[in-house]
């Protein structure tokens, strides 16, 4: 069995994702240097008491998210899918005609509605809006330096753990794409192996996956990571945080008018179509599988409503506070005794 190929595309999302803090932190350093000077938003003493060891939780769920993104990425597929057909490399016939995985191949990045190389803007497009909405609000007085910085930890956090959890589950799954018999028998029927799969190979030999068998390869061992669909979990992860974060400030927040409402849900309902519309395209495209669309979807609004609300509070402000006397609050997640599921208590 040949060892797993890097993908260039986990490779562009990971400079993607650390252009993004980058980015966060170099936006961040003006709206530091430019704040008035207030108990809140100054670096006179005690301008960080809202800080807590807490803190440290949340830096480590980052660098574990890398790290879990970095192993997923570099992981083979199990060759006995969990979802679906399983693929033989020995007897690669055996998939040609299942109808289940036989839709037409499209060239990466040409035909596809969505090209990958959109996720990659769109994450970059949503820190630079996330740490534009955080400085705004902040330079009017409704936020803080701990509600930046809450925020910058928070679209980092969620875009790290599903990163994660999507390239995971991709290989633990090994579920075939839709269109990986194409995938199949354009490899096969473009190698050596074309002279024993005989009149199966017609009108293939000549359309290899890549000119470079490396990145032919690659394209062959993607084909066996469709669960769960990246696309779908990193576009309603990264816009369903920025809607709640749209939420917090405009929609049901502290100090919210009419008209930041509307205009609020009018921003939310955008990126819920935009992410909509991502996920959509990917069924289109023969990528994945419906099961694959909803699932990611499902993780990535899961890890948004975590890392927000395990931030902010329903007025749109940090759970984790400093009261007069200068006790500092935090809120956690604990099980819930009364029903099914998690409740946030608030500790002193």
């Not at 301008?47 to 990425?73: E, K, M, N, Q, S």
């Not at 669960?227 to 929609?251: C, D, K, M, P, R």
Request: include cysteine; aromatic fraction near 10%.
């Amino acid at each position: 069995m040949n060892p797993p190929v890097p993908s260039h595309e986990s490779d562009l999302l990971m400079r993607c994702f650390f252009s993004l803090l980058l980015a966060l932190f170099i936006l961040s350093v003006p709206v530091l240097v430019s704040a008035e000077v207030s108990e809140a938003s100054s670096f006179d003493e005690g301008a960080f008491d809202w800080w807590t060891p807490h803190y440290l939780v949340d830096y480590a769920l980052i660098a574990g998210g890398i790290t879990g993104y970095r192993i997923g990425g570099g992981t083979s597929a199990r060759s006995e899918a969990l979802i679906g057909p399983s693929y033989d490399p020995n007897n690669p016939a055996a998939i040609f005609g299942d109808d289940s995985v036989g839709a037409t191949y499209r060239e990466e990045g040409e035909d596809e509605m969505v090209p990958t190389v959109w996720i990659h803007r769109l994450i970059g497009a949503g820190a630079v809006f996330v740490a534009g909405v955080e400085a705004v609000e902040w330079n009017r007085g409704r936020g803080s330096m701990q509600q930046f910085h809450d925020g910058f930890v928070g679209v980092a956090e969620t875009v790290a753990l599903t990163a994660a959890l999507t390239e995971v589950f991709k290989p633990v799954f090994g579920r075939l794409r839709p269109d990986f018999a194409d995938r199949a028998r354009r490899h096969h029927c473009s190698i050596d192996s074309a002279q024993e799969l005989g009149d199966l190979c017609d009108g293939y030999r000549d359309r290899p996956l890549s000119d470079d068998p490396a990145e032919a390869r690659e394209l062959l061992e993607d084909g066996r990571r469709s669960f769960i669909s990246g696309h779908s979990s990193h576009s309603f992860n990264l816009l369903g945080y920025t809607a709640l974060l749209v939420g917090g400030y405009y929609v049901w927040g502290e100090g919210v008018t009419p008209r930041s409402r509307s205009a609020g849900i009018a921003a939310q309902s955008a990126m819920v179509a935009a992410a909509t519309y991502i996920s959509a395209s990917r069924l289109a495209d023969g990528r994945h599988h419906r099961t694959d669309v909803v699932s990611g979807a499902l993780v990535g609004l899961g890890m948004a409503n975590l890392s927000y609300w395990r931030r902010f509070n329903r007025r749109g402000q940090p759970r984790r506070a400093v009261d007069d006397d200068g006790h500092i609050s935090t809120a956690r997640l604990q099980p819930s005794t009364g029903f099914a599921g998690f409740i946030i208590t608030v500790e002193y």
